[in-house]
Antibody, heavy 119, light 113 residues
Framework: EVQLVESGGGLVQPGGSLRLSCAASGFTFRNYWMHWVRQAPGKGLVWVSI????????AYADSVKGRFTISRDNAKNTLFLQMTSLRAEDTAVYYC????????????WGQGTLVTVSS | DIVMTQSPGSLAVSLGERATINCKSSQSVLNSSNNKNFLAWYQQKPGQPPKLLFYWASTRESGVPDRFTGSGSGTDFTLTISSLQAEDVAVYYCQQYYSAPRTFGQGTKLEIK
């Protein structure tokens, strides 16, 4: 089955850290750029980060730049998001996704993992 | 950054009637080299991840009912549901993939009148 499964979310105090994982299966993970997108409770979708196929190029939304790090392990078909210096406004469901792009229309989202930043 | 603006923010339509959602980008997302608009439409139901409906603004994703239509070019785009069904209740988002960072519209909540 073609799927993405996120894990690692939970409750963390402000200033804390968390590492999200996203396990891919059913497709050739190493062929696709991957993204993290988040959605605060009751709010819209916000793009967070992107990584290219071999991990050599990354980009971030201004709101997380310098605090979040995206990476991937193609041998283990896994995407990561290391989050540090977490703030209350980082509270959201975090989705990993392969998004439709100029070169392809393969669009796949995980079910998401909830990160709550609160004391 | 390209700003995506959707209208209306919410919409209530009777079953069987037409629903129209608009999306405007702050700059053109038309790629002149292939004449394709780098715009996608998503449907999100409560508790679920978004589901791709259209890419290249008007190419329907496999499995999407043909009552859904995506149209427009350049900076102005429209998602139309020709005959609203109960299962179409959702929030709809447009997203541009013309340039980084990817940006989404704020969403349009579609309900039954």
């Amino acid at each position: 089955e073609v799927q993405l499964v996120e894990s690692g979310g939970g409750l963390v105090q402000p200033g804390g850290s968390l590492r999200l994982s996203c396990a891919a299966s059913g497709f050739t993970f190493r062929n696709y750029w991957m993204h993290w997108v988040r959605q605060a409770p009751g709010k819209g979708l916000v793009w967070v980060s992107i990584i290219n196929i071999d991990g050599s190029s990354t980009a971030y939304a201004d709101s997380v730049k310098g605090r979040f790090t995206i990476s991937r392990d193609n041998a283990k078909n896994t995407l990561f998001l290391q989050m540090t210096s977490l703030r209350a406004e980082d509270t959201a469901v975090y989705y990993c996704a392969s998004l439709a792009s100029p070169g392809h229309n393969f669009d796949l989202w995980g079910q998401g993992t909830l990160v709550t930043v609160s004391s | 950054d390209i700003v995506m603006t959707q209208s209306p923010g919410s919409l209530a339509v009777s079953l069987g009637e037409r629903a129209t959602i608009n999306c405007k980008s702050s700059q053109s997302v038309l790629n002149s080299s292939n004449n394709k608009n780098f715009l996608a439409w998503y449907q999100q139901k409560p508790g679920q991840p978004p589901k791709l409906l259209f890419y290249w603004a008007s190419t329907r994703e496999s499995g999407v009912p043909d009552r859904f239509t995506g149209s427009g070019s350049g900076t102005d785009f429209t998602l139309t549901i020709s005959s609203l069904q109960a299962e179409d209740v959702a929030v709809y988002y447009c997203q541009q993939y013309y340039s980084a960072p990817r940006t989404f519209g704020q969403g349009t909540k579609l309900e039954i009148k």
